[in-house]
Nanobody
Framework: QVQLVESGGGLVQARGSLRLSCAAS????????MGWFRQAPGGKEREFVA????????YYADSVKGRFTISRDNAKNTVYLQMSSLKPEDTAVYYC???????????????????WGQGTQVTVSS
């Protein structure tokens, strides 16, 4: 079992940048594909943001492509989400998640992930 802790959220102006971190403990992150998801206020569903496979292949939601970058540092047991050109609609609680299954490609559906962090708030002001 792996425990995940996100950090790096905060308040930022539109067009600004933030880097989120997801630190793992309990097991090495190299055993998992990793994803970032977000949930906006108002009862919206949790949505896929980005994912990175064990071999560091990446996949992005269309809404963040070209603005966000996911990366992993297995030596530090940490996954990152670099967010640039932020927009007010990026405001949400951001979660990292670990997928233990062996798949041909990364998974974008939240229910397929096995472990979740507690989330970190990102607020983008206009």
């Amino acid at each position: 079992q792996v425990q995940l802790v996100e950090s790096g959220g905060g308040l930022v102006q539109a067009r600004g940048s933030l880097r989120l971190s997801c630190a793992a403990s309990g097991r090495t992150l190299s055993s998992y594909a990793m994803g970032w998801f977000r949930q906006a206020p108002g009862g919206k569903e949790r949505e896929f943001v980005a994912a990175i496979s064990r071999s560091a292949s990446t996949y992005y939601a269309d809404s963040v492509k070209g603005r966000f970058t996911i990366s992993r540092d297995n030596a530090k047991n940490t996954v990152y989400l670099q967010m640039s050109s932020l927009k007010p609609e990026d405001t949400a609680v951001y979660y990292c998640a670990a997928d233990a299954a062996r798949r041909l490609r990364v998974e974008t559906r939240p229910h397929e992930y096995d472990y979740w962090g507690q989330g970190t708030q990102v607020t983008v002001s206009s």
